[in-house]
Each structure stands twice: as structure tokens, then as C-alpha cells.
């Protein structure tokens, strides 16, 4: 059976980090191959490193195609890394973020150019794609008073920095890229409790994957 690779994203504050640590735990005990939770910047020891270039807060002065390329680089390797050999084992590969992020962040909210980015991450990648992204959506204002109010349980990195105007084109690019991915991309409401959260995003999965998981 060939691998299956899953992709979680959503704006600043969605609770995704929340949502996957409850999620993936579950799906584990319904599975019936191995899953690989993983995540975007990092995921492997190189790609770490490059996390960690950006998401410095002392970065500020970073030019935004830096940002973008650094966010491809540690994609490729993460990739060759992580993603593929796991794929090419048969497992679920679940990851928080892939290039969804990028096209919306760099691509939408820095004003690179959805296209542009999008062919940058086609070289990084290979043109390799999710079968299905879970988008937990959430507005803007709910998303930054989320991130305020968890400052000392979460790390506070450097797009944790930009302000509404930024975040909520963020938004509008994940909301343009499911009109523009229907099938692939199913929109999860993330203003509901974590339970109600977890369950439909379990629920979504199950259902289209009934060879990968039981019920």
C-alpha cells in the first residue's frame, strides 16, 4: 500500500499545535499502518536549523524572497529527509504546514506573488502534494487574541510579530486556495471547542481513508 500524506494548516492561532497533539494520538490507535507526525520549518535536523533562522525574532530585517526561499529549502530537506522515505514505506505522513503556508504567507501576505512562490516550492518539492489538507479556519482577530493571550505557553515567534492587516490576508489567501482546491482541501470551523475540533477532523479522515483506518 502506498503511503499516505496528510497536511494540517490554518492561520496564527487556529490551535493546530493543540488540535494535532490530541488528533494524532487518536488516529494512531484506529491506523492500521505506522503514522509520522511531523512539521513545517523543520522536521528534520537541517530543516530545524533553518526553523530557527526564521522565525527569529532578532531577524527583522529578513527580505521577504529570503523568507520565502529559507521556507523552500527547508522544505526540500525535510522532504528528502522525513516525507519521502516515510511515504515510500507504506506509512501516514501527517504534517503541521507544507506549502499551503507558503503561497499564503509569502505568496499572498508578504506580496511575492502566489505564483511565483508556488514555482519556487515546485522545484523544492517536486511538485509533491497532499492528498488531503485539514484547514482550521479562524478569523483574524480571533486568531491574534489567541496568540496574545497564550505568550507564556507558546513560543512567540517572529510572524507572531505582524499585526491584523497581516493576518488577515493570510486568511484570505487560505480561503482563496479553497475555493481554488475543493477536493483536497476540506475547512474545519476553529472556533469550536478542541473536542468538537479534533472529532470532525478525525471524522473527515476516517471517512475518506477507510483502507488506511478503522472506525
Do not use: W
Not at 507572531?160 to 482563496?176: A, I, K, P, W
Not at 478542541?194 to 475518506?208: A, G, M, T, Y
Amino acid at each position: 500500500m502506498e503511503g499516505l500524506f496528510i497536511t494540517m494548516e490554518g492561520p496564527d492561532g487556529a490551535g493546530k499545535t493543540t488540535v494535532i497533539n490530541q488528533l494524532i494520538p487518536l488516529l494512531q490507535k484506529h491506523a492500521l499502518v505506522d503514522i509520522v507526525s511531523t512539521r513545517e520549518p523543520g522536521g528534520s535536523r537541517i530543516a530545524e536549523d533553518i526553523r530557527k533562522v526564521i522565525l527569529d525574532v532578532n531577524n527583522t530585517e529578513m527580505d521577504e524572497r529570503t523568507e520565502a526561499i529559507l521556507y523552500a529549502a527547508g522544505r526540500r530537506q525535510h522532504l528528502k529527509d522525513r516525507i519521502l522515505p516515510n511515504l515510500e514505506k507504506g506509512n501516514i505522513v501527517f504534517c503541521d504546514r507544507f506549502v499551503d503556508s507558503s503561497l499564503v504567507y509569502q505568496g499572498v501576505a508578504r506580496g511575492i506573488g502566489v505564483e511565483e512562490v508556488a514555482e519556487l516550492n515546485r522545484f523544492a518539492t517536486d511538485g509533491l502534494s497532499p492528498s488531503t489538507t485539514l484547514y482550521l479556519d479562524v478569523p483574524a482577530e480571533v486568531g491574534l487574541e489567541r496568540i496574545h493571550k497564550a505568550r507564556g505557553n507558546r513560543q512567540f515567534d517572529r510572524l507572531d510579530q505582524e499585526g491584523l492587516s497581516f493576518h488577515t490576508m493570510v486568511r484570505e489567501g487560505y480561503l482563496e486556495l479553497l475555493k481554488k482546491y475543493p477536493e483536497r482541501m476540506v475547512s474545519i470551523d476553529a472556533t469550536q471547542t478542541i473536542e468538537e475540533v479534533v472529532n470532525e477532523c478525525f471524522k473527515v479522515l476516517v471517512e475518506r481513508y477507510p483502507n488506511y483506518f478503522t472506525r
